[in-house]
């Protein structure tokens, strides 16, 4: 069965940093596309970060330079490394497999409070 499993997030001071993880499991995410989402409380789920099999990656512009998204062959995970958080980062961050399983595959989220 194909699952994604987010865990990580939680309470941090503006400037701080946090560090997500999503476990899939059912799939080799390795040879996928993988994505962290965020939706905000009133506002729509946005892209925050994509990593291709090759290693490529992307970055919603309000987070480059702070925000980095990798592959931890050790622990199997996807992580999103968050730096200089921001009260605006404030959101449920949702990782994605976009092309595994029909219309792709959500984890159930995890929850990031920022605090100014």
């Known amino acids: 069965q194909v699952q994604l499993v987010e865990s990580g997030g939680g309470l941090v001071q503006a400037g701080g940093s946090l560090r997500l993880s999503c476990a899939p499991s059912g799939f080799s995410f390795r040879h996928f596309t993988m994505a962290w989402y965020r939706q905000a409380p009133g506002k729509e789920r946005e892209l925050v970060a994509a990593?291709?099999?090759?290693?490529?990656?992307n970055y919603i512009d309000s987070v480059k330079g702070r925000f980095t998204i990798s592959t931890n062959n050790a622990k199997n995970t996807v992580d999103l490394q968050m730096n200089d958080l921001k009260p605006e980062d404030t959101a449920v961050y949702y990782c994605?497999?976009?092309?595994?399983?029909?219309?792709?595959?959500w984890g159930q989220g995890t929850p990031v409070t920022v605090s100014s």
């Open positions: 990593i291709r099999p090759g290693g490529t990656t």
């Open positions: 994605r497999a976009p092309s595994v399983g029909r219309g792709g595959t």
